[in-house]
């Protein structure tokens, strides 16, 4: 999903590009309730899910949809169109 998308849903409160590594440092400062990743991963490795789930809030996994990848959407958003 694109940032821009994700500003216009309406589940979505904030929608924050950051340029460390993880988002650790953002989870600290923003303190989200509901931390979302993918499925392909297991709660235990979700960066920050300590933080969340210490404030009460939750991390929720997601089924992949096959042939979509957050990544690849980034990826295409940054080479110019052709044409």
Known sequence: MSVGH??????????VVFEQDTPLELIRRVRPKVLVKGGDYRREEVVGHELVESGGGEVILID????????????????????
């Open 64 to 83: 992949l949809v096959p042939g979509f990848s957050t990544s690849k959407l980034v990826h295409r958003s940054r080479v110019p169109a052709s044409g």
């Open 6 to 15: 994700s500003r216009r849903c309406e589940a979505v409160d904030l929608v």
